[in-house]
Structures are given as C-alpha cells and as structure tokens.
C-alpha cells in the first residue's frame, strides 16, 4: 500500500499540474535538493510522510495532491476498504511493536468492548489470516485507483479542452490513463 500511494503521487506530482501545485509549499530537505534527480524529487518530498493509517495516507494524499479522501460518505467501499487497512495496521503494530501481544491502545482503536478479551494475549496469524491482510491491501490499492483515477480526470476539466471524442482528447487522457491503469508501471513494485 505505502509502495502504491508514494509511487502514485510521485507520478501525479510529475504529471498533473493541479498536484505539482499543491505541493509547492512542502518543504525539501537541502539535502534532497542537492542528490535527488527530478523524477524523484515528489518522493523526497514525502520523506516525513508515514503511510501506517488510512488517515495519514487520506491526509498525504490531500496535503500533496489536493484530492481529499477523507469525505467517505460518497464511497462505502473505499470507507470500508480504509477500515480493513486500519485493522490490518494495529495488528502489524502489535507485531512489530508489542513482540505479537494484543494492547490495550490496538484494543481502544478498534473497538475496547468488541476486542478486550484479546487485551495481552498473543496474535496467531495463520496462512488465512495473511492471505486476507493481502487482500485487505490489494482492495484498498484498487479502491485508491479508482477514486484518484476519477477525481483527478475530473479536476482536468478546467485545465484541458475535452472534446468528448476520444481521437482528439486522447493527447491528454491517455497520459492519466496509463498512470491509473492496472498495467502500468506504477503497479509493478
């Protein structure tokens, strides 16, 4: 997921006016400025960026390119799909954090009353399990696609004559396209 969103708005930030101008006010380290070739200059702006929640990657995704994530109301599978991610992102923190023991603080996040009996108490994780967590992520990445994908075509109104007729506006669409579709580069990792 991290790899998706920080290749996905390194890419925006290249190609789409809207964003590079979003995120002119974010601040480079000098020491970025001075090694980073062009192309990866977007991703030393993330540097401090953390990617360990749905709502930092809502708030990257907002701060950076302008498109805001955050009203969900509009996108029950995308809101369902950042509350899977979420759940998966405290058990990877009890993992790593907590030597694989449920805490009180992964307890109040997802729910104290629903999840007190697992307070302290190893988490097994099964082949099952990690396949879900793998779909977990694979559904959210697909869902962030599809959601950018529209809103930032649509956001190009203003910027690019459309004609409707895809001969003539596929010198602009094809270019986002080909960044938001499955068989481009930035979904090969």
């Known amino acids: 997921?991290?790899?998706?969103?920080?290749?996905?708005i390194r890419k925006l930030l290249l190609l789409d006016?809207?964003?590079?101008?979003?995120?002119?006010?974010?601040?480079?380290?000098?020491?970025?400025?001075?090694?980073?070739?062009?192309?990866?200059?977007?991703?030393?702006?993330?540097?401090?960026?953390?990617?360990?929640?749905?709502?930092?990657?809502?708030?990257?995704?907002?701060?950076?390119?302008?498109?805001?994530?955050?009203?969900l109301n509009q996108d029950p599978e995308l809101d369902t799909a950042f509350k899977d991610f979420d759940?998966?992102?405290?058990?990877?923190?009890?993992?790593?954090?907590?030597?694989?023991?449920?805490?009180?603080?992964?307890?109040?996040?997802?729910?104290?009353?629903?999840?007190?009996?697992?307070?302290?108490?190893?988490?097994?994780?099964?082949?099952?399990?990690?396949q879900q967590a793998a779909n977990a992520c694979d559904t959210l990445v697909k869902e962030i696609n599809d959601k950018m994908f529209s809103e930032i075509l649509s956001r190009t109104v203003s910027e690019y004559s459309w004609s409707g007729d895809l001969r003539s506006d596929r010198k602009y669409f094809d270019k986002y396209f080909y960044l938001f579709s499955p068989a481009s580069e930035i979904n090969s990792r």
């Open 1 to 8: 997921v991290e790899s998706y969103v920080r290749c996905l």
């Open 17 to 71: 006016s809207a964003s590079r101008k979003k995120s002119y006010n974010r601040e480079l380290t000098y020491g970025a400025a001075m090694h980073h070739n062009k192309e990866l200059m977007p991703e030393a702006l993330m540097e401090g960026c953390s990617f360990h929640s749905a709502y930092n990657i809502k708030e990257t995704i907002k701060n950076m390119t302008g498109v805001n994530l955050l009203n």
């Open 87 to 130: 759940f998966i992102a405290e058990l990877r923190h009890c993992v790593v954090h907590r030597s694989g023991l449920f805490g009180s603080n992964n307890a109040l996040s997802l729910g104290l009353e629903e999840y007190k009996d697992f307070l302290e108490k190893p988490i097994k994780l099964d082949v099952l399990v990690i």
